[in-house]
């Protein structure tokens, strides 16, 4: 039972937890479009692939699968989750399972804006958020938000193009000059969570929730966090996941500002910090394995310790390419 993990970039750490013994998972195959991708040289094969832009980017992702007996693909960057949805009968019919959300909800999380529409209107709690700078121009004359905000792509993904903006002077240039139409957010004063969650793929249920508050974060990645339980904030993260068509691996973002949780965003994919929860028990890639095996994943949501610290730190591998 072999597994492809797709544009595998930095996550060494992950391809190393597929590779344990105890996963039930066979070989690991890695690909990437960089030949200076590390994470590839951790895997038990790897293949420079074409750029996912490629006309040819499937059908040489499913050339492989054919020749390494793949029997589940992982995709870990953004772009690529809706690219392996939109094919998801083409590696079916190849018998690969994609580990995978819905098409519909992964459009939907990639566009933050959609995203916090969705949150409101499920009666979900969300940072004030509008779309362009006439629109926020609407909100602050009309004293639903004030400065100051954040501002992102509402199309980004991870740290690009995010910013803290406290005057409306900036905010009008910067809106101005953006290639990119901006996602401004009422600035979130207090304190960030992420959460690792693994969706079971037969039963649609949420069975490993992993709760970490960030002590530091690093180009859009939690360098320091500590694991923490609160019932309130497990209750928030299944009434939000129960609005949503997830399956496997998902990365949930929430603020806690003057005792209130909000949710900011959902990525349905491995998240940079998952390191910290499977170091805390949380083992997704033994979830997926049972899932690639027909297997139902019982719950095991509550099982790990508060107060386990995460510190992430710089490594290195060399090579002779």
């Given amino acids: 039972m072999n597994i492809l993990i797709a544009s595998c970039g930095t996550r060494n750490k992950l391809i190393q937890y597929f590779k344990e013994q105890n996963n039930g998972i066979g070989k690991v195959i890695g690909t990437d479009c960089s030949i200076y991708a590390p994470a590839l040289y951790e895997a038990d094969s790897h293949y420079i692939v074409p750029r996912m832009d490629a006309p040819d980017y499937l059908e040489s992702l499913l050339t492989i699968c054919q020749k390494e007996h793949i029997s589940a693909i992982l995709p870990l960057q953004e772009d690529e989750l809706f690219l392996t949805a939109s094919n998801k009968a083409q590696y079916q019919a190849a018998g690969v399972m994609p580990i995978i959300s819905s098409q519909d909800t992964i459009e939907l999380c990639r566009d933050k804006y959609a995203f916090y529409q969705h949150l ?152 940079g910090g998952y390191p910290h929860a499977h170091a805390c028990g949380a083992n997704f890639p033994a979830l997926i394995a049972n899932n690639i095996m027909g297997k139902e994943n019982a719950d095991t949501t509550y099982n790990y310790e508060e107060g386990i610290c995460m510190l992430k730190y710089t490594d290195l591998i060399t090579l002779n390419l």
Avoid: W
Avoid at 152 to 157: L, M
């Fill in 120 to 271: 409101r209107q499920h009666g979900l709690p969300a940072l004030v958020s509008a779309k362009g700078f006439e629109e926020f121009k609407g909100f602050y004359e009309a004293g639903e938000i004030s400065f100051p905000v954040f501002i992102k792509p509402v199309r980004g993904c991870g740290s690009i193009g995010i910013q803290k903006v406290e005057h409306m002077e900036l905010l009008s240039v910067l809106c101005q000059y953006s290639k990119e139409e901006m996602l401004i957010q009422q600035y979130a004063d207090g304190e960030e969570y992420g959460a690792d969650i693994y969706i079971d793929l037969f039963s649609h249920e949420p069975v490993s929730i992993f709760v970490k508050k960030k002590l530091r974060m690093r180009a859009g990645e939690t360098e320091k966090s500590i694991s923490v339980k609160d019932d309130a904030l497990f209750s928030l993260i299944k009434k939000t996941l129960a609005s949503l068509s997830l399956s496997g691996p998902v990365d949930m973002d929430i603020f806690r500002v003057d005792g209130k949780y909000y949710i900011s965003e959902i990525n349905p994919r491995f998240g």
